[in-house]
């Protein structure tokens, strides 16, 4: 199964971009990127995915190597708010038509100074 | 409001007196998960089912059981709890399309918080 390697922590200033990198060197063909982030005492919220190329939405950017063996989530700006763990998680597919598992890493926890 | 509710948020209990923890959806989707949360092991799956009647396994079934009666509805039921089984409990659901540009947010609820003695 195909796994995500990402940083324990990372820090940022308030108000600068903050790149949160993740390895993926046994993603396969058809694995999606997806990054999850988990704001303190709640459950996980949706950030973004990808497959091949880059994307953007209005709470961040998703750059994809081209070799598809690494990916980093960018926040423009970081603000307080932004303080969560944030995971990397390859979306693949489980056993049974139509079925798939997402498998979190151990994600990165962010802490944005002010 | 689209959401995704669990019952109880926190529970205490003792080892081996069976219990459930309930999930409900409100959005209609096929997909609903459970999930378990410890300390330096991030989240695990515990079981998925793709719908009504369909359940799988996931990286951690041993000593849960799931079952999907109804669409909306997704209880995770510990016949005899261990204190191992102590964690944060996640259940999650969303939509299930196919295809090279499918797409389908996890939506999580709020926790379960159990401890067994």
């Known amino acids: 199964d195909a796994k995500t390697t990402q940083p324990n922590s990372m820090e940022s200033n308030e108000e600068e971009p903050v790149h949160l990198p993740c390895n993926h060197s046994t993603i396969s063909g058809t694995d999606y990127i997806h990054w999850y982030r988990q704001l303190p005492s709640q459950g996980p919220e949706y950030v973004i995915h990808?497959?091949?190329s880059n994307v953007n939405n209005r709470m961040a950017s998703l750059a994809i190597a081209e070799d598809r063996k690494s990916s980093t989530l960018i926040l423009h700006r970081a603000t307080l708010r932004d303080a969560a763990v944030y995971y990397c998680i390859l979306r693949f597919r489980g056993s049974g038509a139509g079925s798939y598992q997402l498998t979190f890493g151990k994600g990165t926890k962010l802490s944005v100074i002010p | 409001e689209a959401q995704v509710t669990q019952n109880p948020r926190y529970l205490i209990t003792v080892t081996g007196k069976k219990l459930t923890v309930t999930c409900s959806q409100n959005m209609n989707h096929e997909y609903m998960s459970w999930y378990r949360q410890d300390p330096g092991l991030g989240l695990r799956q515990i079981y998925y089912?793709?719908?009504?009647?369909?359940?799988d396994k996931g990286d951690v079934p041993e000593g849960y059981k799931v079952s999907r009666k109804e669409k909306r509805n997704f209880p995770l039921i510990l016949e005899s709890p261990s204190p191992n089984q102590t964690s944060l409990y996640f259940c999650?659901?969303?939509?299930?399309?196919?295809?090279?540009?499918?797409?389908?947010?996890?939506?999580f609820g709020p926790g379960t918080r159990l401890t067994v003695l």
């Open positions: 999650a659901s969303s939509t299930l399309t196919s295809g090279r540009n499918s797409y389908n947010e996890q939506f």
């Open positions: 089912s793709m719908n009504v009647e369909v359940t």
């Open positions: 990808g497959l091949t």
